[in-house]
């Protein structure tokens, strides 16, 4: 009987520390940087106040698209059409909510979510059914959302009502806690939160880690995608809500800025674009902290155009450690 | 003595084969829509407004606008044979647009051609030392220089607005000779001629092939795949700037708007063109078809007043339509 | 009673047929045999069986009713369940997860593992577990399914031998239950060992169905061959039961090409031969005893940590493979999709590390490159029919195009590791008959096998690898399995006085 040496389950991570540092370091990391960057931010003179809810303001957006792109490329894919999505969702319900009252508001926002989940889906289905490499599909549908968004608003315009503008720009109960927080809390928590660790979380990974094995043990591969984009498209029509509530208006070019950015903060925050790796919560936190590190360009004086470029700059050499640190791993 | 070779059954084949041989060879197909698309916006144009579009004139414009955007899809074209996606094409054009008219009264023309062509080829090194070295998804490397670039424009621009375009410059942007022949083509062509013969031809031009397909490999070939990457996107950033270069000098001035409305379909281009997103097959003539494609389609939209809106939906439904036409074509199984 | 019935299965992809009309019948409590050459079919065959792919033509009746396997999960579901080379695993999710991912209790696929006396720590990422661990827990969520058939494919292959081991009580097992495995395999030693019956394909067909125990792997390789190369391979064999392929006794050996002194890298603490020109040197080991560590480190993909290499007197020191290629080592990995470029024709792979460095990124020569190749591919005897992109080859094609692209760049010493893993048997002599020319003509090669058998065959000198160590250097026709696996143990013989 011949036996093949140290094969016998060992495990390889080492002791359960390491390995919970090696899985969830980064998203540790992600935050520790956005808490530096939010004392720094309360150092400087120009902004005192309470917490400032601009933050909060600007950030929302962004952060519901890191989620959207998160989810996608979790999943193995990727999403060049957030940032128009986002444009569609801000313009419509501009146009039309300015002539609502809350309730109509709401009801209304609660069926553009709909929409946006379905867009989402719609764009997921030509990908699965058509079998066009995504970065195409969704690049396609960029130009289509984008040309949607502009045929329904020309130019900058619309509004919403009041009580809806405070949903973005308010506090609940306190000072201390935008409103918009909340609401971004409370999507995580039901959106994404209860499927995670249930099968149709684990379904996403999977299928961003090893499409073909996820095939094999039976993952019904077509939908978990076209769900994938969906949810990111509920995502998307999150932020482009959140985008009419903070701005006031609608705006077709708005939603350009997100894509780029919903990417660099999906990396940022420990989404591997390779797929299978990360989750939510890092994400959001690097929204916060691209939108902080602007924040903060600004008000130290510093030329906003010169804000771009560090922060473009800064974003490229995060992403390029987050490089090399991806070389360390064993896979890829 | 193999066992298993496939046999090739007879009829149904056959067609497969004359599709195997369409989509191994797009440029036939291309070459089809490209002469239909002139003929249906000639119709088009006729019953607009009378007048025929089929003309020498028109032809010659549509490779004059053509230009620019095929030397923009060429970077893209190199670059995506290796599986890559450059999309800091147009704010590198942008930068030797820049260079060119704000250089060219203090240095003289060629030195400013020589600054743009530099500049182009140094951004581009960038993205390769990001893209080949760091691993960096190509994605967010061109996406995050490209928004420097444009910031560092935006600087540069309210810095020092001299705008001075050289006539030379001026006159490969816009003028034509031989009354139909676009000067442009005299920087156009020998570019296209050098990549469509490199790619095919050259230890290079393999490479490119190679690494595009399976960079694993290439390396325990012994290639050093981030050599070949820091080309091929130092060569994108080159032909970037050129293409700035002659929109420059059609433009007679430089804008930081000049390029942007080509990076989507540079991209477009190439995709039309057959080139796969993923790497490893596709080449340049097909991209030249696309670029060609994409403008007369744009003139017949704007014959057909079509909003901006209507163009762009239309655009991604083509690039849609096309890929999967790719798509189903080509893999068979 | 029969359990499955396949009748005249077909499947194409365009032009090319992968499966012609394939029949298979598999009675219940039967281990079955599916056997044949690469490109035969059965991978095809077994994926169509289990929900993967879509026939195009035929019927399969499970119990004597007809059905349609549309997905994996449906085969899952009427009772076929497949285990395949590759574990259907998932890296970035635990074990756990990847259980719970398929619907199954984690419990119960535990319960499986400790039948088969195997503990695994279940929150372990499935990429971090080491992949003959990772096929037992595949195997184990298999039979937790509690599947009328098991379809195993290949699952023996890089298999340690007491994984095997348990995995051939496991079969015992099913069939005492009355339930049913189809096994496929190349190792025809275990179909005799294990099998009732034996189906063998070839060029998408059902050639014939045979008792193993009955005909015995004459029988098998004569279905697998064909007719006509039927009586030359008997011919063959019989000659190679008494003599290894290499017909001298004494090779022409010539000076040290490959020195390696104390080696010390990953799972070697201290490894030192010499490989000469014209000669055939096997490394024998067990799974995990630092062969890939060794061939990888002479390749140029690894650093080594300690030790020195030198070649033809000079001291090397790769820190890419190209520092390797350049000093004449040149590797055949054992996974042909490390070394091919799917897309692009066999003439451009076989021609590709010609232009792996900046100074040949120039114009190419046509008719240089046309003549290597050519002499390349005819000395390999590479069948390039199916035109094209070279993805479109059968296995054993392929692999023969990984071996071209060295004739063709010029190499001084050939690492051949596992050259000849997953492919039929007769592209397998082929390649033995070619790395003995190889050597004649003046190359060293330095060979590792997971099929002990290869060694006589082909060897000159075998080496054996344990704990970090070269134990024993045996020579070629001395290199029985016994001998080997003692030596393969460590277990060296005391020459006692």
């Known amino acids: 009987m011949t036996s093949s040496a140290a094969l016998e389950a060992r495990p390889r991570g080492g002791p359960s520390a390491g390995r919970l540092a090696r899985r969830h370091g980064w998203t540790v990391g992600v935050y520790v940087l956005l808490l530096l960057l939010l004392l720094y931010w309360q150092t400087i003179p120009a902004h005192w106040g309470s917490f400032d809810v601009q933050l909060a303001i600007d950030a929302l957006p962004l952060a519901f698209a890191a989620m ?80 949607l ?39 995580y928590a039901i959106f994404w939160l209860p499927l995670r660790w249930a099968r149709p979380g684990l379904a996403l990974y999977s299928i961003g880690s090893n499409r073909n094995a996820a095939y094999l043990s039976g993952v019904g591969v077509a939908r978990t995608r076209i769900f994938a984009y969906a949810l990111g498209g509920l995502f998307c029509g999150l932020a482009g ?86 070389r360390q791993r064993r896979r890829t | 003595m193999s066992a298993g070779s496939p046999q090739i059954a007879s009829p149904a084949a056959r067609l497969r084969a004359a599709q195997r041989l369409l989509s191994d060879n797009p440029a036939i197909a291309l070459t089809f829509i490209f002469i239909a698309l002139f003929v249906v916006t000639d119709i088009v144009n006729r019953a607009q407004s009378g007048k025929a579009f089929l003309t020498p004139t028109q ?86 220089i490209s928004s420097v670039t444009l910031g560092a424009l935006t600087i540069y621009s309210q810095k020092r607005f001299v705008a001075l375009v050289p006539n030379i410059v001026n006159t490969l942007g816009s003028s034509r000779f031989l009354k139909y022949v676009p000067y442009d083509l005299l920087v156009w062509a020998p570019i296209a001629a050098l990549i469509i013969l490199g790619l095919r031809y050259s230890g290079f031009g393999r490479m490119i092939f190679a690494v595009g397909d399976n960079p694993v490999a290439c390396r325990l070939a012994g290639v050093r795949v981030w050599q070949v990457l820091l080309l091929v996107y130092a060569l994108s950033g080159a032909f970037s700037a050129v293409a700035g270069i002659l929109l420059v000098g059609f433009n007679d001035a430089a804008d930081l708007g000049i390029a942007a409305p080509f990076l989507l379909p540079s991209v477009a281009a190439v995709v039309i063109g057959g080139t796969s997103i993923l790497g490893g097959s596709g080449g340049y003539g097909g991209t030249i078809l696309g670029a060609l494609i994409l403008t007369v389609l744009d003139s017949l939209l704007t014959i057909l007043n079509a909003s901006q809106a209507l163009k762009q939906i239309l655009y991604g439904s083509i690039i849609l339509a096309l890929a999967w036409l790719y798509a189903r074509t080509s893999s068979g199984d | 009673m029969s359990l499955l019935e396949a009748r005249e299965v077909g499947k194409r992809y365009g032009p090319v047929v992968a499966l012609e009309s394939a029949n298979l019948s598999v009675d219940a409590g039967e281990v079955h ?80 593992l400790r039948t088969m006396d195997i503990e695994i720590d279940f929150s372990e990422q499935a990429g971090d577990v080491p992949l003959p661990l990772l096929r037992m827990i595949d195997l184990a969520r298999a039979m937790a399914r509690d599947p009328q058939l098991l379809l195993l494919d290949e699952i023996t292959a890089a298999l340690p031998s007491d994984l095997a081991e348990r995995v051939f009580t496991v079969m015992e097992d099913w069939r005492r239950r009355g339930r049913s495995v189809l096994f496929i395999t190349h190792r025809l030693a275990e179909v005799i060992a294990m099998c009732d019956r034996a189906t063998v394909l070839r060029d998408g067909r059902d050639v014939g169905t045979v008792i193993p125990r009955e005909g015995g792997e004459r029988q098998i390789v004569e279905h697998m061959l064909g007719p006509e190369a039927a009586t030359a391979e008997a011919h063959a064999a019989e000659v190679d039961e008494t003599a290894p392929v290499a017909v001298d006794a004494a090779p022409n050996v010539g000076a040290i090409t490959v020195e390696v002194s104390d080696l010390r890298v990953g799972s070697l603490a201290g490894v030192s031969f010499s490989l000469r020109a014209g000669e055939i040197l096997g490394i024998a080991a067990l799974e995990g005893q630092g062969q890939d560590d060794l061939f990888a480190v002479l390749a140029g993909e690894r650093r080594a940590e300690g030790g020195e290499i030198n070649v033809a007197g000079k001291a090397l020191r790769p820190r890419h493979p190209y520092d390797a290629i350049r000093s004449g080592l040149v590797l055949v990995p054992a996974d042909r999709l490390l070394a091919l470029l799917p897309q692009r024709s066999v003439r451009e792979n076989i021609a590709a590390p010609r232009y792996n460095r900046i100074g040949r990124w120039g114009p190419i020569n046509p008719r240089e490159e046309s003549r290597r190749v050519s002499t390349a591919i005819e000395a390999l005897q590479i069948d390039t029919r199916a035109q094209g992109q070279v993805r479109r080859l059968s296995g054993g094609n392929q692999q023969k195009v990984t071996i071209a692209r060295w004739l063709a760049s010029g190499f001084q010493t050939l690492l051949c590791f596992d050259p000849t893993r997953g492919i039929d048997v007769g592209t397998k002599r082929q390649i033995y008959t070619l790395l003995r020319r190889l050597a004649d003509d003046g190359a060293a090669i330095l060979f590792f096998s997971s099929e002990l058998s290869e060694f006589p065959l082909v060897c000159d000198r075998v080496l054996t690898l344990f704990g970090g160590r070269i134990t024993d250097e045996l020579a070629g026709e001395g290199a029985d399995e016994a001998s080997l696996l003692r030596a393969m143990h460590g277990l060296v013989e005391e020459v006692t006085a």
Request: neutral net charge; charged residues 10%.
């Open chain 1, 149 to 187: 968004a502009l045929e329904i608003l020309q130019i900058p315009g619309g509004g919403a009502p009041a009580q809806y503008l405070q949903l973005g720009t308010g506090h609940w109960w306190s000072q201390w806690i935008p409103s918009g927080l909340v609401i971004l809390l409370l999507a």
């Open chain 2, 59 to 144: 032809v010659s414009t549509t490779f004059l606008y053509a230009a620019p955007l095929a030397l923009l899809a060429a970077g893209q074209t190199l670059v995506m044979l290796t599986g890559g996606v450059d999309l800091s094409v147009a704010t590198t054009a942008t930068a030797g647009a820049f260079i060119t008219s704000g250089t060219a009264q203090a240095q003289g023309t060629g030195t400013a051609l020589l600054l743009a062509l530099g500049l182009g080829f140094g951004i581009g090194l960038v993205n390769g030392i990001g893209v080949a070295i760091f691993r960096v998804n190509p994605l967010i490397m061109t996406l995050g």
């Open chain 1, 241 to 326: 809500l959140s985008l009419s509530a903070t701005s006031g208006i609608g705006d077709p070019s708005a939603g350009q800025y997100y894509t780029l950015n919903s990417v660099a903060a999906a990396v940022l925050g420990g989404v591997l674009l390779i797929g299978g790796v990360g989750g939510l919560i890092g994400p959001i936190a690097a929204a916060f902290v691209v939108t902080l590190v602007k924040t903060i360009l600004i008000l130290k004086g510093v030329d906003q155009n010169w804000a771009q470029v560090i922060q473009g700059t800064l974003i490229i050499v995060v992403v390029m450690i987050g490089g090399l640190a991806i």
């Open chain 3, 33 to 112: 045999a599916l056997l044949g050459a690469n490109g035969a079919g059965k991978s095809t065959f077994v994926k169509i069986l289990t929900g993967v792919i879509q026939r195009d033509g035929g019927s399969v009746e499970l119990r004597g009713k007809p059905v349609r396997v549309s997905s994996p999960s449906q085969a899952a579901r009427i009772g076929l369940a497949p285990v395949f080379q590759d574990p259907a695993l998932v890296p970035d999710l635990t074990v756990a997860q990847n259980i719970r991912l398929t619907g199954l209790a984690v419990e119960e696929v535990r319960q499986r």
């Open chain 1, 68 to 147: 959207a792109q998160s989810v996608v490329i979790i999943s193995g894919g990727i999403d060049l059409s957030v940032g128009s999505l986002i444009s569609l969702v801000n313009v419509v319900s501009a146009k039309y909510m300015i002539d609502m009252g809350f309730r109509n508001a709401l009801l209304f926002g609660a069926l553009l979510l709909l929409g946006s989940a379905a867009a989402g889906a719609f764009t997921g289905s030509l990908i699965v059914l058509t079998r066009v490499p995504d970065i195409v599909v969704t690049l396609a549908m960029l130009f289509v959302w984008a040309g």
